[in-house]
């Protein structure tokens, strides 16, 4: 039984009824594979990333966790809204010669240890599946990128911006509800939270072993090649 997760896999996202315990979501995220990493998404001084209340742009988390789980702790009275928005459709808005730059463009997916970080590229797909897949976030750019790669990631955010406007989808999770997204498609992203948040989400990483996973293959095939992974910081 893999109710739930060819659930996600067909419509990019699951919110589950409020009521659920911590206990049942973690016993129905099981349904998508092993936990990669389980952190708590909260402010915390000094910290950053997910635990400081500026917004986050639109992003994929570690592109090897097929699946993204949270479970929702504590909401805000106000906001604690989480945005989602199709990435493939965005990337179907994007011109040929963009879409091509973008297959060739190395982000950085910030691994949390023991889960090393990982290049791969902004669309890809795993043959023989010609299903186009996505991996960005802000923070994983190419540091110093040849022009064209520069207007076709413009490209492409700009992209996410109309597709969320036209079918973003956005969430308040309130507390004991579950919300699972399909990591290489549905990108997330939240607006800021007050300096004095309380909101408190659980989130976990979950892996898909019943499919191909390129994140092995690249490692494998590149591990060497290419700049070495940046230290994880900021995004997830
Ligand atoms: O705070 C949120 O709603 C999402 C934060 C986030 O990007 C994450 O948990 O990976
Ligand atoms: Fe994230």
């Not at 064209?148 to 969320?164: I, K, M, V």
């Not at 939240?190 to 019943?210: E, N, Q, V, Y």
Request: charged share 25%.
């Amino acid at each position: 039984m893999s109710e739930l997760r060819d659930r996600v896999l067909r419509n990019g996202y699951l919110v589950a009824d409020a009521g659920m315990t911590w206990d049942d979501f973690l016993l129905a995220s099981e349904d998508f594979g092993p936990v990669l990493f389980r952190e708590d998404v909260r402010l915390y001084r000094s910290k950053r990333g997910v635990h400081q209340p500026a917004g986050l742009g639109f992003h994929t988390d570690y592109p090897g966790a097929r699946f993204v789980g949270w479970w929702c702790v504590w909401q805000d009275e106000q906001g604690g809204v989480l945005d989602l928005v199709d990435g493939r459709l965005a990337a179907s808005r994007v011109s040929a010669a963009s879409a091509s730059r973008l297959r060739d463009t190395n982000i950085v997916g910030f691994g949390r240890d023991p889960l090393p970080s990982v290049h791969w590229p902004l669309l890809f797909h795993t043959p023989p599946d010609a299903t186009q897949y996505i991996n960005y976030n802000p923070f994983g750019v190419p540091a110093s990128p040849h022009h064209d790669t520069t207007s076709a990631l413009l490209e492409f955010r700009l992209a996410l911006r109309e597709q969320f406007n036209e079918t973003g989808v956005s969430i308040r999770l309130q507390p004991r509800q579950a919300l699972w997204i399909d990591n290489w498609r549905m990108l997330h992203g939240r607006a800021a939270l007050t300096a004095d948040s309380g909101r408190f989400l659980k989130r976990l990483w979950l892996d898909d072993l019943r499919a191909p996973r390129p994140w092995e293959r690249l490692l494998g095939v590149e591990a060497g090649a290419g700049p070495a992974p940046t230290e994880p910081h900021q995004v997830q």
